[in-house]
Structures are given as C-alpha cells and as structure tokens.
C-alpha cells in the first residue's frame, strides 16, 4: 500500500526512471524491516491471557511456547462456550506471536470426547449456527495458525476430539486411549472441514477407510497408521515431547516456516471458506431429520445407562 501510494503521488514530479530505482529502494527497505521486525517480535510479546474457565493459556517466557488446556468437566464437551474460549484463545496466541502452541486436556481420562451432543439434539436454530459457526472458526484459527501446533493427547478423543488432535502439526498419545472419526458410526457424515484435517494426517487410503468404518483406534494402532506421532507415558511426558517437536522450529526462519505451512493448508482452508453457509445449511437440515434426531437420544441414553 505504501508503493502504491508514493507511486501516485510521485507520479507528476519524476521521471520513469527515477521512480524505478526509488521504488526499489523503498521495496528493499521495508522488506529488510519486516523481516528483521518479525523475526524479532517473538521474543518481546509473550503474554498472560486472562484466565478463562474453560480454556487455560498458560504461556512460557522462556520457550515461548504455550500450553492451552480444555477444561470442561466431565469430558471437555464441545459446547458453544467451549468452542468461543477457544476461538479466543486462538486470537490472543495469534496476535501476540508466540513460539508454538500445545493442546491438550485437564481430565484425567479424555482429551475430548467431541461435540457436546446436547448441542445436537433438539437444537434451537439460532443457538447451532452461533454453535456452528464458531466450530468453523476454531478450525480455521487452529488448522490454518501461523505458529506450529501440536497435540498431547492425554486421554480419549473420539471425534470432534480427535478432529482438534488432527488439526494439529504433530501428535502425542498416552496409552490405552481411544481416537478416532467415529461420525459414520452415529450415523453423522463428516464435514468437509474434518475430513481435510484426516487427509493431511493420513495416506488417503487410510483416511477413505477410518472415515467410511468410523473406527477407533487404540493408541497403537493410531500410532501403526500414523494417525498420532508418539506414544508417551503420562500427560507431562507428552508435553515435553510437543515441546521437543516445537523446539526444533527454533532454527528455522519463523516467516518461512509460517508461509510454507499456510500455502500446504491454503486449499483445505479456502474450501471451508468459500462455503461456510452452505456448510452449515447442509448440517442444520440432515439434523433436524425425525431419524437423525432419535439416534442422538438413543445415543445420548446409551451413554448415561452406560
Ligand atoms: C447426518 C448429519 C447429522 C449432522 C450432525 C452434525 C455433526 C457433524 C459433525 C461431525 C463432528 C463431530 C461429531 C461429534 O463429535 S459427535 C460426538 C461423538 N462423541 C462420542 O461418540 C463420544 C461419546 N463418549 C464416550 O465415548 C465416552 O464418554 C468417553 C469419551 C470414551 C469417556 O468415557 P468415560 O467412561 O470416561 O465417561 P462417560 O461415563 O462415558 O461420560 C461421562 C459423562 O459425560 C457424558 N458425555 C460423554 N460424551 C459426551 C458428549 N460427546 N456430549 C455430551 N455428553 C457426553 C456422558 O453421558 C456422561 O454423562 P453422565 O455423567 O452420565 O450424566
């Protein structure tokens, strides 16, 4: 915009040759102070997000890398508010540089167990697409970020839990979990979005198979399908394995990383963006079905008597 601007206004005064190498100039400097002052930035704007219920930011001075834990008791339903913390979360990250973001999870058993499936049943239309509609953020905040990601997986994500896992850059699972896009299961077709995220994980065979069967995996068979990247013993181990992985974008130009990683995912993000409403009017109408509805009750039932 500054070229554009010094372009017209010189326009009367110089000759074509003299606004050729004065434009160069000018290209040349505020490139070098834009990379100098992005490369530089990491290290001056780490912050304490305020503390939200639901989503705890904790960030590390030193590393720079934060770790953004659910807490939604008992199993991190995705709800609404869950998913607008989160969005939120994402914002502050973003807009305050930090190194490398970890997600992972303060129950102790599940990482998430996917959308709150009182969200799904007898939904209030205004209430869903608010609901929807801030799903979608997460994912373009979370799978399109400008800083790298990762995932200490410290329980089961089955899922909308194991679509935040895969959204991720990398992935750390403690043993004896479950993960995996069980949507075909309850009868529930992946969004596009989702299905992206399986895609950029695993070979497109695998995923064309994980999502037709809606199989959960255990621990070591995600592992066997590269559907997570490493096993660790406990959540603190987990989490020093994602550090261990962040870390090593400590020797990488942090605009080169960040470009090469947008232009990977620009397709999938684009695809969402390009069709956000009809995204979600696809939804609204196969959930409002009579069938559909009942086999979230029936389901929902199940999981109680369970
Ligand atoms: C055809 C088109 C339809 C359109 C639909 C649109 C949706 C498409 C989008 C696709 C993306 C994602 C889909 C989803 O995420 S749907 C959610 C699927 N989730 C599951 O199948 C997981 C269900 N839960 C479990 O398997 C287990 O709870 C667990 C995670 C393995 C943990 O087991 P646990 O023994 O530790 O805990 P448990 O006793 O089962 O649960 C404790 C209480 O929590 C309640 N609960 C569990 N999961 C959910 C949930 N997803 N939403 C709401 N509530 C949940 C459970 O009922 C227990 O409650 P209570 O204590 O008995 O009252």
């Known amino acids: ?8 206004h010189t326009h009367f005064f110089l000759s074509m040759f003299q606004k050729m190498i004065l434009t160069k100039i000018i290209s040349n400097t505020l490139s070098l102070h834009k990379k100098q002052l992005i490369e530089w930035l990491p290290a001056v704007r780490y912050f304490s997000s305020p503390t939200n219920p639901l989503v705890n ?14 807490n939604r008791k008992p199993v991190n339903g995705l709800s609404l508010e869950l998913f607008e913390a989160m969005s939120k979360a994402l914002d502050d990250l973003e807009n305050n540089r930090i190194r490398g973001a970890i997600l992972t999870s303060s129950c ?3 990482f998430s167990a996917g959308l709150d499936l009182n969200e799904l049943y007898q939904p209030d239309k205004k209430r869903f697409k608010a609901f929807w509609t801030t799903f979608q953020d997460v994912w373009l905040k979370l799978y399109g970020s400008s800083f790298p990601t990762a995932a200490a997986i410290n329980g089961h994500a089955p899922a909308g839990g194991c679509f ?3 959204s991720c850059e990398y992935r750390v699972m403690c043993p004896d979990y479950k993960i995996g896009l069980n949507e075909t299961r309850l009868g529930i077709i992946a969004p596009i979005f989702l299905r992206a995220s399986m895609r950029n994980t695993v070979s497109n065979r695998e ?11 255990s621990t070591e068979d995600a592992l066997k399908i590269g559907l997570i990247d490493e096993i660790a013993i406990y959540k603190v181990k987990a989490i020093e394995r994602c ?3 962040l870390a090593q974008f400590n020797n990488v130009s942090s605009i080169a990383r960040s470009f090469t990683k947008r ?3 620009q397709k999938d993000l684009e695809e969402l963006e390009n069709c956000r409403e009809e995204d979600f009017n ?6 409002i079905e009579p069938s559909v509805q009942k086999q979230i009750g029936d389901y929902m039932q199940s999981l109680k008597k369970k």
């Open 1 to 8: 915009m500054l070229l554009t601007l010094f372009e017209s």
């Open 263 to 265: 232009s990977l995912r």
């Open 108 to 110: 102790p058993t599940v």
């Open 243 to 245: 550090e261990n992985f």
């Open 282 to 287: 696809i939804f609204w109408s196969n959930l």
């Open 57 to 70: 930011v904790d960030v590390n001075d030193k590393s720079g890398i934060a770790v953004v834990t659910m």
């Open 207 to 217: 995923a064309e198979k994980a999502l037709t069967l809606g199989t959960l995996y």
């Open 164 to 166: 935040l896992a895969i």
